[in-house]
């Protein structure tokens, strides 16, 4: 795994283990929106620290209902290794969506690079199988432009397609 990614796994990671370590009982468990001002968009896409926060940012804020979190993300377009990067991500998310959905599950992709990050969610979700996503909700945060291809790469699995505009 490259450096770059750790601090957004490492935060990432921590946001989820808030509601396990919260407490045992299953109904007190909860998970909860970000709170206050939103990650502002970074300016440019070689900002690799600031859309780790942004794409962050955004995940906590449509966390609700959530049990278990996958997030997929890219380095920044013009980093050493992009196109190795997007193979071992597009990798991962498609031996994902290939085991099937658990209920609760969030699937979250974003990066700078927002028509990368839809043809990640079209080549993961390629083979996916009719109604076997259901229950799963599918976060693609990324332009406008690129939403209609990833919502309907999505679609025929079952999973619930959620959109938030990089803005």
Sequence with gaps: MKNTHRPFLLLLLAVLALPVLSG???EEVTTTKAEGPAVAKPATAADEAGWNAYVTDQVKRHLEGATSVFA???PAPDSKDFAGDF????????EDVARGGVDGTLLA??????????DMIVAAFDKA??????????LFI??????????????????????????
């Design 24 to 26: 045992c009982k299953k």
């Design 72 to 74: 997929y993300t890219l």
């Design 87 to 94: 193979q071992r991500q597009v990798d991962k998310a498609k």
């Design 109 to 118: 992709f974003g990066s700078a690079n927002s028509a990368k990050t839809a």
């Design 129 to 138: 199988g009719t109604d076997t996503m259901k229950g799963v909700r599918v």
């Design 142 to 167: 990324g332009d406008a432009a690129d939403k209609d291809r990833a919502e309907a790469a999505v679609k025929p699995s079952g999973a619930k397609f959620e959109f938030a505009e990089a803005k």
